[in-house]
């Protein structure tokens, strides 16, 4: 999710969309079944942080911190993920090279 997306659903949940960026997130809604399940996701995290008082006056700004920390979690997940892969591969490269030679 990029962050005009994210901007997206906070407008949407906060009532402040536009018609054209209503256009747009549908696009992306309609582009990927995950991209409808992240939305859903988010809306239940709004409609919930708002029956237990969690949202403050400014709830658009508060959604947009918490998807900016969603988006930087994947970041980071991602990131672990290929570094796991790059060490796993040069640990298989090296043990190769290892019993090749002996």
Known sequence: MNRTIASHISKKLSG???PAEHAELDNWLNAHEENREEFENLKLLWESSHHEGEVKSNGAEWLRDRIAKRIRQDQLRRALIVTG?????LTAIYLLFYFMAA
């Open 85 to 89: 892969v790059v060490v796993t591969g």
């Open 16 to 18: 402040s969309l536009s």
